[in-house]
């Protein structure tokens, strides 16, 4: 059969025909035709002319079959064979065949919810076949034309394609199509040659009025929901792709890209260039949770490099005052490696992104009972198979309104192992600095962290300016370390301290319902002292003692505030494993308010339930003077009431905390005491005389403490 009609050999299948043929001089004739091939089923009419060669004649016909893969893949190479639908099919078709060339009159087919239309002619004189015609194609949906592709991936809804096909062997072109989509329009030139077509030519453009509803979900980037246009030409193979022209824009931003990259032997950057601005960052959409602003922006790279090693140079991003620059270095030494360098003399991010507000969470019974660490692994096992060496200094960083200065951070990874040389950096009035390993061991990773602040703000997002500006200041010495895979077991094994002190200032009453929950908040109204005229808290002295050994964290001896209202005293632990909490709060009011403990409901409570959930009881089954005074003074369950009085009243309640506080860490570790008066300076505090210097003579005769200059008495 396919030596008659010039074809090149057909693949071994079952072939079945039937039908009533008739013979004269001019032609052969056969009517009722029945054909099976494989199971692809076949009734026509035919007219073969006599007497030509190759042969000449009229077709009509119609064919049917229930899986289109299985019937054309035989004629198609492995990569074109898997991308055909395994579907049922029908097809009908009326053609004519005059010296080796079959005219298409009409042809269509079904796929699925698809239909197709071809009208051309099809060469099929040695050597070779080959294919020119118009081609439509119209469906319900993308994803039940296309095997193999996952949904979500196509744009969902109806669509339809126009233009001329091209098909030989090796070669397959689609040009001057245009294929209309739910939200976008394509059109251009394609052309794919090859073994298995892996060689692909594009000149391609595209345009839509929302890129928002076209992209999937996406929790690093959500585009915004702006009319779009977009054009490319280039090559791509399984070597790599060249972009000989490429363009995009999104609302008002403008984008170009130029350049070749190579996928195989080695990845590698030749001449590579992009370049973008516009006229609001908004316009570029959300990243992550970040929602930009109005602000107009440029962006500029270009990169370059061979199979051991591309550098990405000139990295510029601009807004305004802002700037941005760096470079990012990557290679292959035998082991990939990455070296980033970023560096700004300015990064207001206020204007380039919107702040979010986060509400807190209700610790009341409807919040969420998730845990707070999940045992599901960390990806730390992304940390052995590359290299790297980062480098970032910011002169001038700006953030919800507070202001830092030479920021710097600089950080190894080698062998899985990382090493936070050194992340500091100046506040407005105040220093932090941050050191940290984290390496591999047999029962998981080990993190060993050292944090120090001095004069540092402890505030939420939502402070005014003024209100920052009166906020007490801390001093901060931590020192962590942890081993696990996972949240879950870092917490549980966490050992280290961490101290807390904090200076005089005036803090708003949002900020002590942060801190010590609606509690606080109740009994401030109780007190009732001038909340309305005032709605700053003037604080006199604050601090948190913990010490932490194998995920069980302890106040050591506790954690105190006082205002100029009142006096909380707080103790308690937390499982870090169980995430379970305990702690009690004890308060009093001070002299000459005319109020007592007796005028509150309840003036002991307790913060129970877990880190997901925590809770906050009354228990006004207790005495004054138990649980936390017992907890305070190491071991005492029953404290007498003048006792207690005394720790209350006295204006030294933060100096007594204080010394409990070195005393208890001195015997667990010490090495490893922080320097109470260097800290306590460090609060923002007048400055603490030298330890062998007599204190300073108070304006009464009296000696004067600098814990007394701490507690602001």
Same mark, same amino acid.
């Given at each position: 059969?396919?030596?008659?009609?010039?074809?090149?050999?057909?693949?071994?299948?079952?072939?079945?025909?039937?039908?009533?043929?008739?013979?004269?001089?001019?032609? !052969?004739?056969?009517?009722?035709?029945?054909?099976?091939?494989?199971?692809?089923?076949?009734?026509?009419?035919?007219? !073969?002319?006599?007497?030509?060669?190759?042969?000449?004649?009229?077709?009509?016909?119609?064919?049917?079959?229930?899986?289109?893969?299985?019937?054309?893949?035989?004629?198609?190479?492995?990569?074109?064979?898997?991308?055909?639908?395994?579907?049922?099919?029908?097809?009908?078709?009326?053609?004519?065949?005059?010296?080796?060339?079959?005219?298409?009159?009409?042809?269509?087919?079904?796929?699925?919810?698809?239909?197709?239309?071809?009208?051309?002619?099809?060469?099929?004189?040695?050597?070779? !076949?080959?294919?020119?015609?118009?081609?439509?194609?119209?469906?319900?949906?993308?994803?039940?034309?296309?095997?193999?592709?996952?949904?979500?991936?196509?744009?969902?809804?109806?669509?339809?394609?126009?233009?001329?096909?091209?098909?030989?062997?090796?070669?397959?072109?689609?040009?001057?199509?245009?294929?209309?989509?739910?939200?976008?329009?394509?059109?251009?030139?394609?052309?794919?040659?090859?073994?298995?077509?892996?060689?692909?030519?594009?000149?391609?453009?595209?345009?839509?009025?929302?890129?928002?509803?076209?992209?999937?979900?996406?929790?690093?980037?959500?585009?915004?929901?702006?009319?779009?246009?977009?054009?490319?030409?280039?090559?791509?193979?399984?070597?790599?792709?060249?972009?000989?022209?490429?363009?995009?824009?999104?609302?008002?931003?403008?984008?170009?890209?130029?350049?070749?990259?190579?996928?195989?032997?080695?990845?590698?950057?030749?001449?590579?260039?992009?370049?973008?601005?516009?006229?609001?960052?908004?316009?570029?959409?959300?990243?992550?949770?970040?929602?930009?602003?109005?602000?107009?922006?440029?962006?500029?790279?270009?990169?370059?490099?061979?199979?051991?090693?591309?550098?990405?140079?000139?990295?510029?991003?601009?807004?305004?005052?802002?700037?941005?620059?760096?470079?990012?270095?990557?290679?292959?030494?035998?082991?990939?490696?990455?070296?980033?360098?970023?560096?700004?003399?300015?990064?207001?991010?206020?204007?380039?992104?919107?702040?979010?507000?986060?509400?807190?969470?209700?610790?009341?019974?409807?919040?969420?009972?998730?845990?707070?660490?999940?045992?599901?692994?960390?990806?730390?096992?992304?940390?052995?198979?590359?290299?790297?060496?980062?480098?970032?200094?910011?002169?001038?960083?700006?953030?919800?309104?507070?202001?830092?200065?030479?920021?710097?951070?600089?950080?190894?990874?080698?062998?899985?192992?990382?090493?936070?040389?050194?992340?500091?950096?100046?506040?407005?009035?105040?220093?932090?600095?941050?050191?940290?390993?984290?390496?591999?061991?047999?029962?998981?990773?080990?993190?060993?962290?050292?944090?120090?602040?001095?004069?540092?703000?402890?505030?939420?997002?939502?402070?005014?300016?003024?209100?920052?500006?009166?906020?007490?200041?801390?001093?901060?010495?931590?020192?962590?370390?942890?081993?696990?895979?996972?949240?879950?077991?870092?917490?549980?094994?966490?050992?280290?301290?961490?101290?807390?002190?904090?200076?005089?200032?005036?803090?708003?009453?949002?900020?002590?319902?942060?801190?010590?929950?609606?509690?606080?908040?109740?009994?401030?109204?109780?007190?009732?002292?001038?909340?309305?005229?005032?709605?700053?808290?003037?604080?006199?002295?604050?601090?948190?003692?913990?010490?932490?050994?194998?995920?069980?964290?302890?106040?050591?001896?506790?954690?105190?505030?006082?205002?100029?209202?009142?006096?909380?005293?707080?103790?308690?632990?937390?499982?870090?494993?169980?995430?379970?909490?305990?702690?009690?709060?004890?308060?009093?009011?001070?002299?000459?308010?005319?109020?007592?403990?007796?005028?509150?409901?309840?003036?002991?409570?307790?913060?129970?339930?877990?880190?997901?959930?925590?809770?906050?009881?009354?228990?006004?089954?207790?005495?004054?003077?138990?649980?936390?005074?017992?907890?305070?003074?190491?071991?005492?369950?029953?404290?007498?009431?003048? !006792?207690?009085?005394?720790?209350?009243?006295?204006?030294?309640?933060?100096?007594?905390?204080?010394?409990?506080?070195?005393?208890?860490?001195?015997?667990?570790?010490?090495?490893?005491?922080?320097?109470?008066?260097?800290?306590?300076?460090?609060?923002?505090?007048?400055?603490?005389?030298?330890?062998?210097?007599?204190?300073?003579?108070?304006?009464?005769?009296?000696?004067?403490?600098?814990?007394?200059?701490?507690?602001?008495?």
């Amino acid at each position: 059969m396919a030596a008659l009609f010039g074809l090149p050999a057909l693949p071994r299948t079952r072939l079945q025909l039937g039908g009533v043929a008739a013979l004269d001089a001019q032609q !052969i004739r056969l009517d009722e035709l029945q054909a099976m091939l494989g199971d692809a089923g076949f009734n026509g009419t035919a007219r !073969i002319d006599r007497g030509s060669r190759p042969a000449g004649g009229r077709f009509q016909g119609e064919v049917r079959g229930p899986d289109l893969a299985a019937t054309l893949g035989p004629l198609l190479p492995e990569a074109g064979r898997r991308r055909l639908p395994r579907r049922p099919f029908s097809a009908t078709a009326s053609l004519q065949l005059v010296d080796g060339v079959l005219d298409i009159a009409s042809a269509q087919a079904s796929v699925g919810g698809s239909e197709a239309t071809l009208v051309g002619r099809m060469d099929l004189r040695p050597p070779d !076949i080959a294919l020119d015609g118009r081609l439509s194609l119209r469906g319900d949906s993308l994803e039940s034309l296309l095997d193999g592709s996952d949904p979500g991936q196509l744009p969902a809804g109806p669509f339809q394609l126009n233009g001329r096909l091209r098909w030989a062997p090796g070669a397959v072109h689609l040009d001057d199509f245009d294929l209309a989509m739910s939200h976008v329009a394509l059109g251009g030139s394609v052309g794919l040659t090859g073994d298995g077509f892996a060689r692909v030519a594009f000149d391609l453009h595209a345009r839509g009025e929302d890129l928002a509803a076209l992209v999937p979900e996406n929790p690093l980037y959500a585009p915004a929901a702006l009319p779009f246009r977009f054009a490319a030409r280039g090559a791509a193979d399984a070597a790599g792709v060249a972009f000989d022209r490429c363009e995009a824009r999104l609302g008002a931003a403008r984008a170009t890209l130029a350049g070749k990259l190579r996928f195989a032997p080695a990845f590698a950057v030749e001449g590579f260039r992009l370049e973008g601005s516009g006229e609001r960052l908004s316009d570029l959409g959300r990243l992550g949770q970040w929602q930009l602003t109005d602000r107009p922006f440029e962006v500029s790279a270009s990169a370059q490099g061979d199979a051991a090693e591309q550098l990405i140079e000139t990295l510029r991003f601009a807004s305004g005052a802002n700037a941005l620059l760096g470079r990012l270095h990557l290679g292959d030494r035998g082991r990939p490696f990455v070296d980033v360098a970023l560096e700004s003399p300015r990064l207001d991010l206020d204007e380039i992104r919107v702040p979010v507000r986060h509400e807190r969470r209700s610790s009341g019974p409807a919040a969420d009972p998730d845990r707070v660490f999940s045992r599901e692994p960390l990806p730390f096992h992304l940390l052995d198979r590359f290299d790297a060496q980062v480098s970032v200094r910011i002169d001038d960083l700006i953030s919800h309104d507070r202001r830092w200065r030479n920021l710097v951070a600089e950080a190894t990874l080698n062998d899985g192992i990382v090493e936070l040389r050194r992340v500091q950096v100046d506040a407005a009035r105040g220093k932090a600095s941050l050191r940290g390993r984290l390496e591999p061991t047999p029962a998981g990773r080990h993190v060993v962290l050292e944090l120090n602040a001095s004069e540092a703000m402890i505030a939420l997002e939502e402070m005014t300016a003024e209100e920052l500006d009166q906020l007490p200041r801390h001093a901060v010495d931590a020192r962590l370390s942890a081993t696990g895979d996972s949240p879950h077991a870092l917490a549980s094994s966490l050992d280290g301290y961490v101290w807390i002190i904090g200076g005089q200032g005036r803090s708003p009453r949002v900020d002590l319902d942060a801190l010590v929950g609606d509690f606080l908040t109740q009994l401030l109204k109780a007190i009732g002292v001038a909340e309305e005229k005032d709605p700053l808290v003037r604080i006199d002295c604050q601090a948190i003692f913990a010490e932490i050994e194998q995920g069980r964290v302890r106040t050591s001896p506790a954690i105190v505030l006082r205002t100029e209202h009142v006096v909380a005293l707080a103790a308690g632990e937390i499982d870090m494993a169980s995430e379970k909490l305990d702690f009690t709060f004890e308060t009093t009011p001070l002299k000459g308010l005319g109020v007592s403990v007796s005028d509150f409901v309840s003036p002991f409570t307790r913060l129970t339930g877990t880190l997901g959930a925590p809770q906050i009881v009354l228990d006004p089954t207790r005495r004054p003077g138990e649980s936390v005074a017992a907890l305070v003074t190491a071991g005492l369950t029953v404290v007498v009431k003048g !006792i207690w009085k005394s720790w209350f009243g006295s204006r030294k309640v933060c100096e007594k905390i204080a010394a409990k506080a070195v005393e208890q860490r001195s015997r667990r570790d010490p090495d490893r005491v922080p320097d109470l008066e260097e800290m306590i300076s460090n609060a923002g505090g007048p400055e603490a005389p030298h330890a062998d210097r007599p204190a300073r003579p108070r304006e009464d005769g009296g000696s004067r403490s600098i814990l007394d200059d701490y507690e602001g008495g």
